[in-house]
């Protein structure tokens, strides 16, 4: 099966090669907008004849190391795709209970996940940020679709109709969050917080063996660094189960209340095309078990 998802990532790069060298008799510019609208779905054709095998942690670990560049020398025109797991930290939007139903009464809140609110607890601490309630209740209450208040001015969608509740989509849309925060209590400090490396969006399950060395550290602040670089930048093999893990009884249950798992399919693709003069950065995210492409971005 390693073999042929090797071949895979080849027909990849014969494919890239390939379409590198059409299409440039116009000029640059316009062949560089050409390439770019016809290689992306040609990458994605290809993603899903030869991602089919990929099921488990080892094949995913051949695609997630695997970098793929390909150049055309006689017209400059460059190209390289990475891979990276999109399941290597806690989703944000786990911090409400998702098996909750709303109660009778409408203006009780639906419960936290105290593993979530534990995690979103230990980072605040560390970083000393000075009101842990209102933040963490700004969180909540921008992933639930009421408008009933946990914590004095928690509800952001009061002061501005046009925040988009319900679910925290991306980055961008968590630091509205946080400038919300910013603008009542002057505590900059939130600023401070790698949460690129800490929190995510989409994951259902934390793929344990790509979690993030932040995300590991403070789910539970006593693993010693030796053992977190063990199981993180410098793991070896991948993790089949909970028990195989050198931690103790107490990590395990927490790892296991945040939901950790040994395989999550979820990937985020990054694809930069580059001439003499241009580059665009595409990047979007695959899911290997149903071959669905979302969250297409471009940038320049």
Do not use: C
Request: proline share 5%; aromatic share 8%.
């Amino acid at each position: 099966m390693t073999l042929a998802f090797v071949t895979a990532i080849a027909a990849l790069i014969a494919v890239g090669g390939s379409i590198l060298q059409r299409g440039y008799s116009q000029t640059e510019n316009k062949a560089f907008l050409v390439q770019s609208n016809t290689l992306l779905p040609r990458i994605y054709t290809i993603l899903k004849q030869n991602t089919g095998d990929i099921n488990d942690s080892d094949t995913l670990d051949i695609l997630l190391s695997v970098p793929l560049f390909f150049e055309n020398k006689r017209n400059g025109m460059m190209m390289d795709i990475t891979f990276a797991s999109d399941a290597g930290k806690v989703n944000i939007n786990h911090l409400l209970k998702s098996n909750s139903e709303v109660t009778a009464d409408p203006y009780t809140p639906l419960p936290l996940d105290t593993a979530v609110e534990g995690y979103l607890e230990r980072i605040l601490s560390v970083y000393n940020v000075s009101d842990t309630i209102l933040l963490i209740s700004m969180v909540a209450d921008s992933i639930d679709m009421d408008t009933n208040e946990r914590f004095p001015g928690s509800e952001l969608s009061l002061k501005d109709p046009d925040f988009t509740q319900g679910h925290l989509y991306n980055m961008p849309h968590f630091k509205q969050v946080l400038d919300a925060y910013k603008a009542v209590t002057f505590d900059f400090t939130v600023d401070e917080i790698p949460w690129e490396h800490l929190i995510g969006f989409r994951n259902e399950t934390i793929d344990f063996n790509h979690i993030e060395p932040d995300t590991l550290h403070f789910i539970d602040p006593a693993i010693d660094p030796a053992t977190l670089a063990e199981m993180t930048t410098q793991r070896l093999e991948t993790y089949a189960s909970l028990d195989t893990l050198p931690l103790e009884p107490e990590t395990r249950q927490l790892l296991e209340d945040l939901g950790v798992a040994f395989y999550a399919p979820n990937v985020v693709g990054t694809m930069n095309l580059m001439s003499k003069t241009r580059q665009t950065t595409y990047s979007f995210t695959y899911n290997l078990a149903n071959q669905k492409v979302s969250e297409i971005a471009v940038s320049n």
